[in-house]
C-alpha cells in the first residue's frame, strides 16, 4: 500500500538533460507534499526540491533555476526536469513525501554527470 518506484536516471555529461519519474501510492499522495532527495556515498540524503499539496515549489539554492519538479495526480506521479547538469548532481536520486518522508524508501536511481 506504500510504493515508491524511481527511473529515469542515468549517465549524462556536463550540461545535458535528464527527467526522472517517481511513481507513488496513491496514499502517500493523498495526505502530503512529495520531495525529490539525492544521497551521494559517505553523506547524509538532502532534499533537492518538494512540492506541496497546493503545488508550491521549493528548491535547494545548488539546483535553483536548473531542476523543475512537478505532479501528475491523476497518475501519482512526481517528475524532477533536470537541466545543466553538473559533475556535482552525481548521486542516488530518491522520491518520499515532505516535509515527513515515510519510512521506507525505494530503491532510487543513479545520476551520473561526467565533466
Known amino acids: 500500500q506504500v510504493q515508491l518506484v524511481e527511473s529515469g536516471g542515468g549517465l549524462v555529461q556536463a550540461g545535458g538533460s535528464l527527467r526522472l519519474s517517481c511513481a507513488a501510492s496513491?496514499?502517500?499522495?493523498?495526505?502530503?507534499?512529495m520531495g525529490w532527495y539525492r544521497q551521494v556515498p559517505g553523506k547524509s540524503r538532502e532534499l533537492v526540491a518538494s512540492?506541496?499539496?497546493?503545488?508550491?515549489?521549493n528548491y535547494a539554492d545548488s539546483v535553483k533555476g536548473r531542476f523543475t519538479i512537478s505532479r501528475d495526480n491523476a497518475n501519482n506521479t512526481v517528475y524532477l526536469q533536470m537541466n545543466s547538469l553538473k559533475p556535482e548532481d552525481t548521486a542516488v536520486y530518491y522520491c518520499?513525501?515532505?516535509?515527513?518522508?515515510?519510512?521506507?524508501w525505494g530503491q532510487g536511481t543513479q545520476v551520473t554527470v561526467s565533466s
Open positions: 518520499n513525501r515532505w516535509p515527513v518522508p515515510d519510512n521506507l
Open positions: 496513491r496514499s502517500i499522495f493523498s495526505m502530503s507534499g
Open positions: 512540492i506541496s499539496r497546493g503545488g508550491s515549489r
